[in-house]
């Protein structure tokens, strides 16, 4: 739980219960926190209110360019494995998010990842990709104004990944990914080619690019960064910057997402199926009704509250009320979890109904019939 | 020295002092001895009829194919680190011969691996590319009839290697290659690639493809025959044949042509730098005349004697006669060496005239401006 510079335990509708680890990042691997900019972003977007963005790497440069309203580039991108999850969601928000606040906008299926990591092939992950591009249109990605692209297709950021290839040792590799095939080592190449592409020639040259991704990623953004200083150059690159948001849970309260624990939903679930996950969710609640009316809830350990949090309360006010109510005994995980339902179905079929006209447009950007 | 059965060594004007490696080279590798198909070869090469290929992998099916007039391919290339050797000219020597039985024929420009590998940067190595291919059609290259690339713009060739990327682990890597950077892995999986080009469907599916190769790039070979097998399912993919050269030595003796011991000449080095380098030669000469004219000289042994083998005397009767004036003591290692400094200078002249007319054709070609 999070506690105040007395060790007394700080109330905080936005905290987790795991910030402890969130500092060790701090000191450890240099990554810088997000919170002293908050207060300077023009437009914060609702994971930097929230402080779901929790850390950042370089993010002043961007600062500088959204205050300026200067060029800036923003890149992330999907692994096509599957549909449209609560994870890939929050990427598919940020990149919008920075595409509305002004950044050229560079979208990665990344295929060539899928079939190296997981054995996708790139017909299947073609079908995906089509998918996953209309999620992405339907959450608001204006394609007019977005490179859309898959790495299979991009011949430049394949010839980015084997100009870079040289600079690479095996021990870089083993370090970052352990003993892996060498088709494992290439796609870490390609996602470095994917991050610079902005910044090449036939896109305007190097300009500050902002790579939205979660902690996990971060590794790949500081292999990246080695990178772009080892080429300084040849190609003047700008040290791509990062922001990094925190990861979301599983609904078991699990760690991580998984799909062997079935512990989340997709987007593309059925109704009933996405019902009965949340039904069965792990909850910050007490053993009995009575406790929890005395003790209140724990919200931070809560999978249900944190779908609100990052996806389904996009009102302050409202998210923070769900908090005090929980936090006081006033709302029941019983109750909480009749409204989070409620909540992620209206949003799963408005989605749906957008999404459904985009497939064509989907099918065009990627060039598929 | 090559030894009969009964250990009595072999008069052999095509033999070399280090059969009983590539003797070794047949039991450990798993490679071919070539001479039992010398004699079933419609039209066999100059490199054939004297042993210079001494082994193959697989030929029997490219014998076939020659045989009975069907489909077959042949694929070499060339790294493109600096100008025509004596060591170059043979594999070049060896793809057009295939193209004159009627091989389709392609001819790789392995600028990735001299990125990878030598450093060579690919504004330089485009240069040098001009220059090696305006060498191969001086040679006698057919360019209507040859699919001549390079590596860094044919991105069918790195997805290729992409695609195999996935089944090759690190431990292979190593085992072929050492401990190295990234990059010489992918240059690699992109040589793997050249290797099976001529199977994919825009070059008309599976067929037999020989590889001339000397017996130092075995190791590529074996390596692609097992990606082959490894995506047969996919691309049904006929494992690739090879042919094995014998290597030149320098010109001082020494087992290897090196830049940094200058043991070796160009197709472009100054006339007198070739007649300085050839005059001192290390031979197979005896310490005095008098001992040379009564043991004779041991060509087997002898750099100057193994240009005219390779090179400079295409004539079979021809070079039989020098071996046995050489081992009889009738010909003298200064009167020898005069007569080859004469063919050489007489074939670079004859080369370079030709050559000089066909750099427009090269660079048109390679889509250089």
């Known amino acids: 739980m999070p506690q105040d510079s007395k060790g007394k335990t700080v109330l905080d509708p936005f905290g987790t219960s795991v910030v402890a680890d969130y500092e060790r990042l701090y000191k450890e691997f240099g990554i810088e926190p997000f919170k002293p900019f908050l207060s300077k972003v023009p437009n914060p977007s609702m994971?930097?209110?929230?402080?779901?963005?929790?850390?950042?790497?370089?993010?002043g440069g961007i600062l500088n360019a959204m205050q300026r309203r200067e060029e800036f580039a923003v890149l992330s991108g999907i692994k096509p494995t599957g549909e449209f999850h609560l994870g890939t969601l929050m990427t598919a928000k940020e990149i919008i998010y920075f595409q509305q606040q002004g950044g050229k906008t560079f979208y990665c299926i990344?295929?060539?990842?899928?079939?190296?990591?997981?054995?996708?092939?790139?017909?299947?992950?073609?079908?995906?990709?089509?998918?996953?591009?209309?999620?992405?249109?339907?959450?608001?990605?204006?394609?007019?104004?977005?490179?859309?692209?898959?790495q299979s297709k991009e011949v430049r950021v394949k010839d980015l990944a084997i100009i870079f290839g040289r600079a690479v040792t095996l021990a870089t590799m083993k370090a970052i990914y352990g003993e892996r095939h060498i088709g494992l080592y290439l796609s870490a190449l390609i996602q470095a080619g994917d991050i610079l592409l902005p910044q090449i020639e036939d896109f305007g040259g190097p300009k500050p690019t902002?790579?939205?991704?979660?902690?996990?990623?971060?590794?790949?953004?500081?292999?990246?960064?080695?990178?772009?200083?080892?080429?300084?150059?040849?190609?003047?690159?700008?040290?791509?910057?990062?922001?990094?948001?925190?990861?979301?849970?599983?609904?078991?309260?699990?760690?991580?997402m998984s799909k062997r624990q079935m512990n989340y939903f997709t987007l593309h679930d059925k109704p009933e199926t996405i019902a009965e996950r949340i039904s069965n969710a792990f909850t910050g609640g007490r053993a009995t009704i009575k406790e929890q009316r005395e003790l209140g809830g724990i919200p931070e350990i809560c999978p249900v509250y944190e779908n609100c949090l990052f996806h389904f309360v996009e009102d302050d006010d409202e998210i923070t009320k769900i908090y005090h109510d929980c936090k006081t005994g006033k709302l029941l995980c019983g109750e909480h979890k009749k409204q989070a339902i409620e909540r992620v179905l209206k949003f799963v079929k408005e989605h749906r109904r957008r999404k459904k006209r985009l497939i064509d447009k989907a099918q065009k950007i990627l060039q598929v019939e």
């Open 110 to 150: 990344a295929d060539i990842e899928a079939y190296e990591d997981n054995k996708i092939p790139f017909e299947k992950s073609e079908k995906i990709a089509v998918d996953n591009v209309a999620d992405m249109l339907a959450l608001g990605l204006d394609p007019k104004q977005a490179y859309i692209y898959r």
């Open 47 to 59: 994971y930097m209110r929230r402080g779901i963005v929790f850390g950042h790497r370089d993010f």
């Open 210 to 256: 902002v790579i939205p991704v979660g902690i996990d990623q971060d590794p790949h953004i500081r292999f990246t960064r080695d990178l772009a200083q080892r080429f300084h150059r040849k190609y003047r690159f700008i040290l791509p910057s990062s922001t990094l948001h925190k990861l979301m849970k599983g609904l078991d309260g699990s760690p991580k």
